[in-house]
C-alpha cells in the first residue's frame, strides 16, 4: 500500500502521462527524440510519480476560535474540517499529522496511518476544544507553527492551514512554506 491514487508530483515515475514542449531547465535525459525528430522541435516525457503523501493539518487554537455568533463556535466548525480532512486522508492511505498552536506550539501528532491514529487525532483536536481558556494560548502565531512544521518535515506534504489570521507578520513563513509544500489555507470567518 504505498498510496492509493497518482500524486500530483511530476516525477521520474513509471507510468507516463503526457509529451510536452522542451522548456528551459529540464531534464535532457527525459527528451522525447521520436516525437522531437517529428516535429522539429525537443519534446519531454511527463510521468507521474505514485507515492503516498503526508497531510499535515495546522490547527489554531487560540481564544478567537471560542467566537462564533450562528449556531457553532469557529473552532468547532474548525474540528469539523479538519475530522473531515483526516479521514479523506486515511482513505487513501496517506499519513497524517497535526500541530496544534495558539502562540506556541500546543501539541505535535507526528504523521502516520491507520484509523486508530486518525481517531487519535480527533480526541486530540477534541480535547484542546474543550480545555479552559487559561490552558492554552490566548494569541495566534502563524509564523511560529509554519518555522516549527517546516523544521520537523523533511519530505514535501500537503499542509493545511486552519486559522482565522487575525495576526500579522506571517506572510514570510507562509510563503516559504508554500515553496516547500503543497500549502491550503483556510479562513474561518464570523459575520460579526
Same mark, same amino acid.
Given at each position: 500500500?504505498?498510496?492509493?491514487y497518482?500524486?500530483?508530483?511530476?516525477? #521520474?515515475?513509471?507510468?507516463?502521462?503526457?509529451?510536452?514542449?522542451?522548456?528551459? =531547465?529540464?531534464?535532457? #535525459?527525459?527528451?522525447?527524440?521520436?516525437?522531437? &525528430?517529428?516535429?522539429?522541435? *525537443?519534446?519531454?516525457? %511527463?510521468?507521474?510519480?505514485?507515492?503516498?503523501?503526508?497531510?499535515?493539518?495546522?490547527?489554531?487554537?487560540?481564544?478567537?476560535?471560542s467566537? =462564533?455568533?450562528?449556531?457553532?463556535?469557529?473552532?468547532?466548525?474548525?474540528?469539523?474540517? &479538519? &475530522? +473531515?480532512?483526516?479521514?479523506?486522508?486515511?482513505?487513501?492511505?496517506?499519513?497524517?499529522?497535526?500541530? %496544534?498552536?495558539? @502562540?506556541?506550539?500546543?501539541?505535535?501528532?507526528? *504523521?502516520?496511518?491507520?484509523?486508530?491514529?486518525?481517531?487519535?487525532?480527533?480526541?486530540?483536536?477534541?480535547?484542546?476544544a474543550?480545555? $479552559? !481558556?487559561?490552558?492554552?494560548?490566548?494569541?495566534?502565531?502563524?509564523?511560529?507553527?509554519? $518555522?516549527?512544521?517546516? !523544521? %520537523?518535515?523533511?519530505?514535501r506534504?500537503?499542509?493545511?492551514?486552519?486559522? @482565522?489570521?487575525?495576526t500579522? =507578520?506571517?506572510?514570510?513563513?507562509? !510563503?516559504?512554506a508554500?515553496?516547500?509544500?503543497?500549502?491550503?489555507?483556510?479562513? +474561518?470567518? @464570523?459575520?460579526?
Open positions: 500500500f504505498s498510496g492509493e497518482h500524486s500530483v508530483f511530476k516525477g #521520474r515515475g513509471m507510468e507516463f502521462a503526457e509529451v510536452r514542449e522542451y522548456q528551459l =531547465g529540464d531534464d535532457i #535525459r527525459t527528451i522525447d527524440w521520436n516525437v522531437s &525528430a517529428r516535429m522539429n522541435h *525537443p519534446y519531454v516525457k %511527463i510521468f507521474d510519480e505514485e507515492r503516498e503523501l503526508t497531510v499535515m493539518i495546522l490547527f489554531d487554537a487560540s481564544s478567537s476560535e467566537f =462564533g455568533s450562528r449556531n457553532q463556535l469557529k473552532g468547532s466548525i474548525a474540528i469539523e474540517i &479538519a &475530522a +473531515l480532512l483526516a479521514s479523506s486522508a486515511i482513505r487513501n492511505n496517506d499519513k497524517v499529522g497535526l500541530i %496544534i498552536f495558539s @502562540d506556541k506550539i500546543e501539541k505535535f501528532v507526528a *504523521p502516520r496511518k491507520g484509523r486508530k491514529h486518525i481517531l487519535r487525532v480527533i480526541r486530540e483536536l477534541l480535547y484542546f474543550s480545555i $479552559e !481558556q487559561g490552558e492554552a494560548g490566548s494569541q495566534t502565531d502563524i509564523a511560529t507553527a509554519l $518555522e516549527y512544521m517546516n !523544521q %520537523i518535515l523533511k519530505r506534504a500537503t499542509v493545511f492551514l486552519l486559522s @482565522d489570521f487575525l500579522e =507578520g506571517f506572510e514570510k513563513d507562509l !510563503q516559504i508554500n515553496n516547500r509544500h503543497d500549502l491550503v489555507a483556510i479562513r +474561518l470567518m @464570523d459575520p460579526l
